[in-house]
């Protein structure tokens, strides 16, 4: 009995770091308010594949061999300079554990924020967002690592004057600092929390439970596609465009199929928006069946971009030149698809996946990714300061549908008085309440500032 004692009262201590751990490397934090609001969407992870297994080899087997070898150790040569150093040691274990765990957890338990997820998300339903008289297509473009910023070193030149017609707006940087985060958090209005959940999407049914943008779409019969260059399961954003929404997958291998180009290892983004210029053409054929595509562009990645071998050849090598080649070639999709008149009945919307993560001194310290909207109906915004969570509601309403709650996940919709009428400090309340007072590796992941 007293070594059953004396092995829990080792193994505890550090089984608690050991969970902190396994905290991290499934959700990238260590706040409980996090998984809670994980698991309230609807087992964004296998439990059995994923929790379970990582579960076991971090919190039980190492800190069982740990505590065995500790115990085995005590009693070869017992000194009592032994059993000092023992004791302390096990201080030690006891004190680091509640600094680490506790401590972590203090927050998410009985602070301020607790109950943050609970208060402010309300969970989509069917009856919340349905047809309209005259419901629009919308063509969502998510362009790497582009920010509003760069037109103040003009390399968005030719972009800015090709969307004037567009409407600016502010997207704060919450939760979205990463391509899968900026996915979630815009299309199902509530964040996506990084970890081994992320780094397994494509194995898992990502937010299973949880109603989003897209599958109101599915629902409200409209055919969706979703266009990208590189591998879709690069940070599984095919898996889960094909989960919500049902959308036909074009990715580099499908798209060098049908055009034969090929490129080293996905397709420049010159070749996506020329595909993409091609199917949109084709769906706007059919008046009768509305559309939704969403395009992903990539040569813009940090840290030196993917330039093609006309970019190189006509703009440079330095990321720069990428970015500035690349809003080039944004540009004249845009221009080509207002010129086939592919607007008048579709809404448009671009916007910046995420921040720039590498370093871009000559830019002001406070940035925004670049995000525009266009609404045939000519609707103006009620706020232009708009966090990520807000954009599912605002795209539907450019889009005509009938909009039956304030509240759609985390977030408002940006033509409707509610949104103007938010508490000025609710992008710093929704911020704190899922990061807790973060430390600053915490802040660039989560935050979206670069790093």
Same mark, same amino acid.
């Given at each position: 009995?007293?070594?059953?004692?004396?092995?829990?009262?080792?193994?505890?201590?550090?089984?608690?770091?050991?969970?902190?751990?396994?905290?991290?490397?499934?959700?990238?934090?260590?706040?409980?308010?996090?998984?809670?609001?994980?698991?309230?969407?609807?087992?964004?992870?296998?439990?059995?594949?994923?929790?379970?297994?990582?579960?076991?080899?971090?919190?039980?087997?190492?800190?069982?061999?740990?505590?065995?070898?500790?115990?085995?150790?005590?009693?070869?040569?017992?000194? =009592?300079?032994?059993?000092?150093?023992?004791?302390?040691?096990?201080?030690?274990?006891?004190?680091?554990?509640?600094?680490?765990?506790? +401590?972590?957890? $203090?927050? !998410?338990?009985?602070?301020?924020?607790?109950? /943050?997820? $609970?208060?402010?998300?309300?969970?989509?339903?069917?009856?919340?967002?349905?047809? +309209?008289?005259?419901?629009?297509?919308?063509?969502?473009?998510?362009?790497?690592?582009? $920010?509003?910023?760069?037109?103040?070193?003009?390399?968005?030149?030719?972009?800015?004057?090709?969307?004037?017609?567009?409407?600016?707006?502010?997207?704060?940087?919450?939760?979205?600092?990463?391509?899968?985060?900026?996915?979630?958090?815009?299309?199902?209005?509530?964040?996506?929390?990084?970890?081994? =959940?992320?780094?397994?999407?494509?194995?898992?049914?990502? /937010?299973?439970?949880?109603?989003?943008?897209?599958?109101?779409?599915?629902?409200?019969?409209?055919?969706?596609?979703?266009?990208? !260059?590189?591998?879709?399961?690069?940070?599984?954003?095919?898996?889960?465009?094909?989960?919500?929404?049902?959308?036909?997958?074009?990715?580099?291998?499908?798209?060098?199929?049908?055009?034969?180009?090929?490129?080293?290892?996905?397709?420049?983004?010159?070749?996506?928006?020329?595909?993409?210029?091609?199917?949109?053409?084709?769906?706007?054929?059919?008046?009768?069946?509305?559309?939704?595509?969403?395009?992903?562009?990539?040569?813009?990645?940090?840290?030196?971009?993917?330039?093609? $071998?006309?970019?190189?050849?006509?703009?440079?090598?330095?990321?720069?030149?990428?970015?500035?080649?690349?809003?080039?070639?944004?540009?004249?999709?845009?221009?080509?698809?207002?010129?086939?008149?592919?607007?008048?009945?579709?809404?448009?919307?671009?916007?910046?996946?995420?921040?720039?993560?590498?370093?871009?001194?000559?830019?002001?310290?406070?940035?925004?990714?670049?995000?525009? =909207?266009?609404?045939?109906? !000519?609707?103006?915004?009620?706020?232009?300061?708009?966090?990520? /969570?807000?954009?599912?509601?605002?795209?539907?309403?450019?889009?005509?549908?009938?909009?039956?709650?304030?509240?759609? +996940?985390?977030?408002?919709? !940006?033509?409707?008085?509610?949104?103007?009428?938010?508490?000025?400090?609710?992008?710093?309340?929704?911020?704190?309440? /899922?990061?807790?007072?973060?430390?600053?590796?915490?802040?660039?992941?989560?935050?979206?500032?670069?790093?």
């Amino acid at each position: 009995m007293k070594v059953i004692l004396e092995f829990f009262v080792i193994y505890i201590p550090i089984a608690l770091i050991f969970l902190s751990v396994a905290m991290v490397r499934l959700f990238g934090v260590q706040d409980i308010g996090n998984v809670i609001a994980t698991f309230h969407l609807g087992g964004v992870f296998s439990f059995s594949h994923l929790f379970l297994p990582t579960f076991i080899k971090l919190v039980v087997i190492c800190p069982a061999i740990i505590t065995f070898f500790i115990m085995l150790n005590r009693r070869i040569n017992v000194t =009592i300079l032994k059993v000092v150093a023992y004791f302390v040691f096990i201080l030690f274990i006891v004190f680091v554990s509640v600094k680490i765990f506790i +401590g972590n957890f $203090e927050t !998410g338990l009985s602070g301020r924020w607790s109950n /943050f997820f $609970e208060e402010n998300y309300s969970k989509p339903s069917n009856g919340d967002v349905i047809l +309209g008289s005259n419901n629009k297509n919308i063509i969502w473009i998510y362009t790497e690592s582009t $920010e509003k910023e760069y037109k103040n070193v003009e390399i968005l030149k030719r972009l800015e004057s090709a969307t004037l017609f567009m409407e600016d707006f502010f997207i704060e940087p919450l939760v979205n600092g990463y391509t899968m985060g900026s996915v979630v958090s815009t299309r199902c209005a509530a964040p996506l929390f990084t970890g081994a =959940i992320s780094q397994n999407f494509n194995i898992l049914t990502p /937010f299973k439970n949880a109603l989003c943008f897209d599958d109101f779409l599915k629902n409200n019969g409209y055919h969706s596609e979703f266009i990208v !260059g590189h591998d879709a399961t690069f940070s599984s954003v095919g898996n889960f465009f094909s989960h919500h929404g049902d959308a036909v997958i074009y990715d580099y291998s499908v798209i060098k199929n049908i055009n034969g180009k090929l490129s080293k290892k996905q397709q420049n983004d010159e070749d996506v928006l020329d595909f993409s210029l091609a199917r949109i053409l084709e769906l706007h054929k059919n008046p009768q069946k509305k559309f939704s595509v969403t395009i992903m562009t990539y040569d813009n990645h940090a840290p030196r971009g993917f330039p093609s $071998e006309r970019c190189i050849e006509q703009y440079g090598i330095q990321i720069t030149d990428v970015i500035r080649c690349n809003s080039d070639s944004l540009a004249d999709f845009i221009t080509k698809i207002k010129e086939y008149g592919v607007l008048e009945n579709t809404v448009l919307m671009i916007m910046g996946d995420h921040l720039f993560m590498g370093g871009f001194p000559s830019l002001s310290v406070k940035r925004h990714v670049f995000s525009k =909207i266009y609404t045939p109906s !000519g609707a103006k915004l009620k706020s232009k300061n708009l966090t990520p /969570f807000d954009l599912p509601l605002t795209v539907f309403d450019s889009m005509g549908f009938e909009i039956n709650v304030n509240t759609f +996940g985390l977030g408002s919709s !940006g033509y409707r008085s509610h949104v103007a009428e938010r508490s000025q400090t609710w992008v710093r309340d929704i911020s704190l309440g /899922f990061n807790g007072p973060p430390p600053p590796y915490y802040i660039d992941l989560h935050v979206g500032e670069s790093y």
